[in-house]
Nanobody, 116 residues
Framework: QVQLVESGGGVVQPGGSLRLSCVAS????????MGWYRQAPGKQREFVAS???????NYADSVKGRFTISRDNAKNTVYLQMNSLNFEDTAVYYC??????????WGQGTQVTVSL
């Protein structure tokens, strides 16, 4: 049973934009805070951004002012608008609940590649 499905990744030039989407099962999405995470080659998965059920947001310092997280509670979907992308943003992006006890199995993720 697929619980998390990320999409929207691709190849973009530096300075470009992408919008990621993640559809989560109801048991994960529910009233939980949701987050985006990323894992670059050879590195550990890291936090990117999170959003509470009510819409309060939090961002990693590296993406503040460039990324915007949002959610549509009626669609069990969380989004990540990424602007001003740079090489360091290249990674596989995942979504999941913020609270460990609420998380489902990590999905396939969506690849974001920033390249000339």
């Amino acid at each position: 049973q697929v619980q998390l499905v990320e999409s929207g990744g691709g190849v973009v030039q530096p300075g470009g934009s992408l919008r990621l989407s993640c559809v989560a099962s109801g048991t994960i999405f529910s009233s939980n805070s949701m987050g985006w995470y990323r894992q670059a080659p050879g590195k550990q998965r890291e936090f990117v951004a999170s959003i509470t059920y009510g819409g309060s947001t939090n961002y990693a310092d590296s993406v503040k002012g460039r990324f915007t997280i949002s959610r549509d509670n009626a669609k069990n979907t969380v989004y990540l608008q990424m602007n001003s992308l740079n090489f360091e943003d290249t990674a596989v992006y995942y979504c999941n609940a913020v609270a460990i006890w609420a998380r489902g199995s990590w999905g396939q993720g969506t690849q974001v590649t920033v390249s000339l």
